[in-house]
């Protein structure tokens, strides 16, 4: 006889526990996220499609010979500078 689980049933047997996955998946979902935010900042800034603007950040870090999240970085802690002065 097959055992088979309804959806619910099969829900309950997944864990529940929170998974730390360590300070590198940290350290990436930030950088992940500060990337994120510039891309963002360039399609308002720019009018750039996400597509152009992270090829923006890829080309900048390139020819900077600068990591992309920092590129990023610097490009979101640029805006907040300029927001705080107002």
Same mark, same amino acid.
């Given at each position: 006889?097959?055992?088979?689980?309804?959806?619910?049933?099969?829900?309950?047997?997944?864990?529940?526990?929170?998974?730390?996955?360590?300070?590198?998946?940290?350290?990436?979902?930030?950088? @992940?996220? !500060?990337?994120? %935010?510039? *891309?963002?900042? +360039?399609?308002?800034?720019?009018?750039?499609?996400?597509?152009?603007?992270?090829?923006?950040?890829?080309?900048?870090?390139?020819?900077?010979?600068?990591?992309? @999240?920092? !590129?990023?970085? %610097?490009? *979101?802690?640029? +805006?907040?500078?300029?927001?705080?002065?107002?």
């Amino acid at each position: 006889m097959d055992l088979m689980l309804t959806a619910p049933a099969a829900a309950t047997c997944l864990p529940t526990q929170h998974v730390d996955l360590g300070p590198q998946a940290d350290a990436a979902l930030r950088s @992940r996220m !500060v990337i994120g %935010q510039a *891309v963002g900042i +360039l399609m308002q800034r720019d009018g750039l499609d996400s597509d152009a603007a992270f090829a923006w950040l890829v080309d900048t870090s390139q020819r900077t010979n600068t990591k992309l @999240r920092e !590129v990023a970085r %610097q490009l *979101v802690d640029r +805006l907040d500078g300029t927001n705080r002065r107002r």
